[in-house]
């Protein structure tokens, strides 16, 4: 597997998102999200990313049985942003309110090194900005783990360019974290052009369109009852009749390539820049071997164009009204 540089941390060029081994994505298999983790490493994927609000926390408690034993061959990426003091493993509903503070920062960590079953974390995100606490202060606790050796790097994920400056000004970001791919590309604008000018690494989550640009469902009743795209903007009413032909057209050219829609998605993020390093999610090792092989997959000037050219926009928020506020602050 090729290796990318997030700043000065050195990672595979395709990470592994966990999350939906333990939420929001329906059914859930541990063992084989076990096994999925174990496999990433034999491919050469080193770089997992989780977070306590997975599950809760149930995701990172998988992560860290997966990873026993060979800890220091994984980059472990994780986050903290609610409060989880009466959080229930599994139970969303038990999970409190966003906090920023640095009392909140030095607390979140040491559950999240219990439950990975470590002593650092390679990389450590805030999940979502606190508007309520200025972000100097968080990152500021957020530098004393780095100080303490419980943490390597640090990073944001869905910030503002005035909020990444600010940050970067108090402790260097090693890396930010958003939501980035054919259909949602806001972050070329101003928050990929800031990342490069600070010298910070760059992550796209959810680069396969929460899986509906690799052609893995077609509509939202083909997914569980409890996964959370069966009432995502972009999956219900006009909105999915607009976006069945972006995918379409990702299929039509992934096709014309010799590759899976999958692979043309994660090659088009990997061809934007080698300072970003996609963490396209699974819970099942067949679509990681998949999504592994787009490492190779080169797209010509050509392919690029033809790209731009001929993908329509997405149609629909990415988020409900709730999550869109909760992000790019």
């Not at 999610?281 to 071997?289: A, D, V």
């Not at 990415?318 to 909760?326: I, K, L, P, Q, V």
Request: proline content about 5%.
């Amino acid at each position: 597997m090729k290796q990318r540089k997030l700043a000065d941390l050195e990672v595979s060029a395709i990470g592994l998102g966990c999350m939906g081994m333990s939420a929001f994505y329906g059914t859930t298999d541990e063992d084989e999200g076990v096994a999925t983790i174990q496999r990433a490493l034999e491919l050469g994927v080193n770089f997992l990313d989780t977070a306590q609000l997975y599950g809760p926390l149930t995701n990172e408690m998988l992560v860290g049985r997966a990873i026993k034993g060979h800890r220091d061959e994984y980059a472990i990426a994780t986050k903290f942003s609610r409060r989880m003091d009466d959080a229930t493993p599994g139970d969303m509903t038990t999970t409190g309110p966003l906090d920023g503070s640095p009392d909140h920062v030095r607390r979140s960590i040491d559950g999240s090194l219990e439950r990975l079953g470590t002593d650092h974390v390679d990389l450590y995100y805030q999940h979502r900005v606190d508007p309520n606490v200025p972000i100097e202060e968080t990152v500021g606790a957020m530098a004393e783990l780095v100080q303490q050796g419980k943490v390597r790097h640090i990073g944001l994920s869905e910030a503002a360019p005035d909020t990444i400056r600010r940050a970067h000004a108090v402790h260097p970001i090693t890396a930010v974290q958003t939501e980035f791919s054919l259909w949602t590309r806001f972050a070329e604008t101003d928050v990929i052009p800031t990342c490069r000018e600070l010298g910070i690494g760059f992550v796209p989550y959810s680069p396969l369109g929460r899986g509906f640009l690799s052609g893995r469902f077609n509509s939202p009743e083909e997914l569980d009852e409890g996964d959370f795209r069966r009432h995502g903007p972009r999956f219900t009413g006009e909105n999915l009749e607009a976006n069945r032909a972006l995918a379409a057209k990702v299929g039509e050219i992934a096709a014309d390539k010799g590759i899976t829609p999958a692979q043309l998605a994660i090659a088009w993020v990997l061809a934007q820049g080698d300072d970003l390093v996609p963490i396209p999610g699974t819970k099942r090792r067949s679509y990681l071997e998949e999504n592994a092989a787009a490492v190779d997959v080169e797209l010509t000037a050509d392919d690029l164009e033809r790209i731009n050219a001929e993908m329509p926009e997405a149609a629909g928020d990415r988020y409900d009204e709730t999550g869109m506020a909760s992000v790019h602050l």
